[in-house]
C-alpha cells in the first residue's frame, strides 16, 4: 500500500540518526539518507510537508511504476528520498567527469530514470531536479563506485551534464508466430 500525504505530515532534522526525517504521524518517523552537511539551514528545524512536497512526492508515486518493477515500499522509499533531496539540499555543481558520455540525446526531465556509466559500471538513476544543461540525480543502484576514493551510497546525489545520461536499454519481447 503506497503512503499518500497526510495534514500531519512534517520535516525534522534527527539528532539521534543525524539524518533528515519525514514524521509520517504520531507513530512512524521516516528517515532519508541525508545528513546535516548536505541540507539546507531551513531542514535543520522542524517544516511542514507543504502543498509542493505533496505534489512533488505524489508525482513520482505515479511515475516510478511506469518506469521501474519495485514493491510499494521501495516506490515510497524513492519518493520520500527524492523529495527530501528536490527540496532539502543545498545546491551543487556538476561533477560530470566521472561519468561516459551518452551518444543519445536524452529528454531529461524530472521522475525520469536514466543510466549512469562509470569504470565499466552502470549505475541507475533517478532525475530529482532538471536545468537548461544538467540535471541532479539520485543513485538508485546499491552504490556507484566512482574513484578509488569516492563512492555514491543509494540515494545520495549527483549533478551531471545531460550528455551524461543514457537511457534505459529497452526490453525487447519477442513474440512467435
Keep these: 500500500m503506497l503512503l499518500l500525504p497526510q495534514k500531519d505530515w512534517h520535516w525534522k532534522y534527527n539528532d539521534s540518526y543525524g539524518v533528515l526525517s519525514v514524521s509520517l504521524g504520531s507513530e512512524i518517523e521516516f528517515l532519508t539518507?541525508?545528513?546535516?552537511?548536505?541540507?539546507?539551514p531551513d531542514a535543520l528545524s522542524s517544516m511542514e510537508f507543504n502543498i509542493s512536497h505533496?505534489?512533488?512526492?505524489m508525482s513520482l508515486l505515479d511515475k516510478l511504476p511506469k518506469t521501474l518493477t519495485l514493491t510499494d515500499a521501495a516506490v515510497v522509499q524513492i519518493a520520500l528520498n527524492a523529495?527530501?533531496?528536490?527540496f532539502m539540499l543545498t545546491p551543487q555543481m556538476p561533477k560530470s567527469w566521472f561519468f561516459?558520455?551518452?551518444e543519445v540525446c536524452v529528454y531529461s526531465d524530472v521522475g525520469k530514470v536514466f543510466e549512469l556509466k562509470c569504470q565499466k559500471?552502470?549505475?541507475l538513476v533517478l532525475v530529482?531536479?532538471?536545468t537548461l544543461q544538467s540535471a541532479l540525480v539520485m543513485l538508485l543502484s546499491?552504490?556507484?563506485?566512482?574513484?578509488?576514493a569516492k563512492t555514491l551510497g543509494q540515494f545520495e546525489t549527483i549533478k551531471v551534464m545531460h550528455n551524461r545520461l543514457h537511457p534505459l536499454r529497452a526490453q525487447r519481447h519477442v513474440v512467435a508466430a
Design 83 to 86: 523529495t527530501a533531496a528536490h
Design 142 to 148: 546499491p552504490e556507484c563506485v566512482l574513484s578509488g
Design 33 to 40: 539518507a541525508y545528513k546535516a552537511k548536505s541540507l539546507i
Design 54 to 57: 505533496a505534489k512533488f512526492y
Design 100 to 102: 561516459d558520455t551518452s
Design 128 to 130: 530529482v531536479e532538471n
Design 121 to 123: 559500471q552502470r549505475a
